[in-house]
Each structure stands twice: as structure tokens, then as C-alpha cells.
């Protein structure tokens, strides 16, 4: 049933600061006198929220907190703590965090990140689509107008998966491996996608920005029957539970350390030494061609090195199947 939101402005409002009390209970009067209303006025809000099935408890003499079980995404809660360099937006639903970027791309500054607790359109590499349940996932896109050249920029892809698995390692106990060049895989089984998009200035080949889209399955859900055999959720393969907010905010500072250093290389011996290709008899894919080779390095590009019968060969693109686990 869906039901008549009652000042949707200030419900975030509360919902906000709820969520910034983490987990301690916040008094009716100190939320009326923080947000400059009247006491009746906060309890109309509780009741709208929690007529949008928003679990809220009440206990007298100490307030209202929000339930443990709960897991809202929350700009300010992010940024607490997230480097200057990012402006967070967060949205209920959009198609495609990176379309959605990508339409305002002209008016917007290098650091906005875009976050959705549900996408209706989400897409993946090759015109896959990318499944994007409300309340489950991490769905966002970051903009940036990177000041190095189009072939540095191309290691973006790889620089964000190991900022991915940065956060998963900090926040659970699992270990997840990298399927070049974009792919997070816990146990063999998908649980992250990336997408890096460019755009071009008119009349010359100078890139103008790039979107970095990165799609998590993060709490357990049934997946669709085509999605069971590959991918999965990042709780179904730990013991422990964690909030997107905070992954959020670690995934975002893991970038931006590499963003900033992108020239460097710094972070390329961590993404090769969470590779799970190295050594590995692959099929090659590139465009409707296929061929069989070893994987034999990453270079200092983020090139997949493989080896071809006796040629050793830089893939840059391409698509990589692995041979018998």
C-alpha cells in the first residue's frame, strides 16, 4: 500500500538525524528544537514515517531511534567523515545513476557522486542490464574531469574494483578476488559490476569527464533464476552484516587515495595480487571472435597479458571467460 507522505522535506530531516544518532535513542524535544518545530509537529512526522513502513521505535522518557535491522542510505551520514573532494546526492530511484549524470554533465562539478537505493534501468558492460533491487544494493556513479590523459584514465576501471574490495575487506570477514577488468567475485560468484563511461568535447578528441558507475549486491536477496548460477550478494558469503552507509563512505576514500595518485601506479600490485587470472586458461573473447590462452600478468597499464600458443599478447578491452575453475 503506498501512503500519502506528510512533509516529505522534513521527514528526511528526522530520518537524518535518526540515522546520525546511531542507534541511540534522540529525544521528541531535541529533534523539535534542532529542527525548529514545534513537539506535535515531530510526532505527525514519526507517524508519516512510519506509516511509509519506516520502523521507528518509541520509548518514553528517552525517545525515538530508528530499527537496528534498518538500513536507509543517508547523504549526510556519508559524507561524515568522506573526503571534501566528493558532493553526495542521494535519491530513492532513478533509471541509471550514470545516465542520470550524464544529463546534467555540463553544469556539474568533478566530485559529485550520485547514490540510489534502487534502479529501474541499471546497466551493465555490453548493454547488459545490472539488477538493482531497492534496500539491497549499492548503486552509484562518480563524476570526474581527470586531468591525465585518456590512456591513464582507462585504469579508472581498475583503480574502482580494488576500491570496491578495500571496502568489502574492511567491513567483512572475506576475501574477494578480481576478475579483470571489472568484475568483484566472492567464491566465483559475482557480487560487484563496473562502468566507466567518457565524454568527448565537440570538434576534437579531448575528454571532457568520466562517469565511474559501480553496482554492489550487498545484503542477501533471491536472485533472479538467470542471476543464480553467477552472481550473489556480498552477506551470503559472510558472517557479518554492515551498513551501506559506511561501505559507501570507505569505498569513496579507497578512490579518491587512488584517483589522486592514478599516475603513480600505486595501486596496480594490489589489483594483480587480488587478480583471480593469473595462471589461469581463459577463453578470450573480442567482438564475435574467440580464442584460448593463459593469462600471464597485468601490466603497468591494467593490459591483461596473455599468452596466445607462443605470442604474448596487451588486451586493453575484450571479454575473458575463465577455463574450468
Known amino acids: 500500500m503506498t501512503h500519502k507522505i506528510y512533509n516529505l522535506a522534513m521527514n528526511n530531516k528526522i530520518l537524518s538525524l535518526l540515522l546520525q544518532s546511531q542507534g541511540e535513542f534522540v529525544s521528541g524535544q531535541q529533534i523539535a528544537d534542532q529542527l525548529q518545530v514545534s513537539r506535535v509537529s515531530i510526532s505527525k512526522h514519526i507517524r508519516s514515517l512510519r506509516d511509509n513502513g519506516i520502523e521507528i521505535e518509541a520509548v518514553p522518557n528517552k525517545g525515538y531511534r530508528l530499527a537496528a535491522s534498518l538500513d536507509l542510505l543517508d547523504g549526510p551520514t556519508i559524507e561524515n567523515g568522506l573526503h571534501p573532494f566528493y558532493h553526495v546526492e542521494v535519491v530513492s530511484s532513478v533509471a541509471s545513476t550514470n545516465d542520470e549524470l550524464k544529463k546534467k554533465a555540463d553544469h556539474l562539478s568533478e566530485g559529485t557522486v550520485l547514490i540510489a537505493d534502487h534502479q529501474s534501468a541499471g546497466r551493465g558492460r555490453n548493454g547488459r542490464s545490472f539488477y538493482s533491487p531497492e534496500h539491497s544494493g549499492i548503486y552509484l556513479s562518480i563524476f570526474l574531469r581527470p586531468a591525465f ?174 577455463r574450468n575453475y
Request: proline fraction near 3%.
Open 149 to 322: 590523459s585518456l590512456d591513464t584514465a582507462l585504469k579508472l576501471t581498475a583503480a574502482a574494483s580494488l576500491a570496491v574490495v578495500d571496502s568489502l575487506e574492511k567491513n567483512y570477514d572475506i576475501h574477494p578476488t578480481i576478475k579483470w577488468v571489472n568484475d568483484v567475485l566472492i567464491e566465483h560468484k559475482k557480487v560487484t559490476g563496473i562502468l566507466c563511461e567518457a565524454g568527448f568535447e565537440m570538434n576534437s578528441s579531448r575528454m571532457d569527464y568520466m562517469i565511474v558507475g559501480i553496482g554492489i549486491n550487498v545484503h542477501s536477496y533471491t536472485m533472479p533464476p538467470e542471476l543464480q548460477s553467477i552472481a550473489g550478494c556480498v552477506e551470503d558469503f559472510s558472517t557479518h552484516t554492515c551498513k551501506r552507509n559506511q561501505i559507501i563512505q570507505d569505498l569513496l576514500n579507497s578512490f579518491y587515495t587512488y584517483y589522486s595518485t592514478m599516475e603513480d601506479n600505486t595501486f596496480l600490485p594490489s589489483y594483480k595480487s587480488h587478480s583471480c587470472l593469473i595462471g589461469k586458461k581463459v577463453t578470450v573473447m573480442e567482438g564475435k571472435s574467440a580464442y584460448q590462452a593463459i593469462v600471464v600478468d597485468i601490466d603497468d597499464q591494467a593490459r591483461l597479458i596473455v599468452k596466445k600458443g607462443q605470442e604474448i599478447l596487451p588486451l586493453s578491452s575484450g571479454e575473458i571467460h575463465i
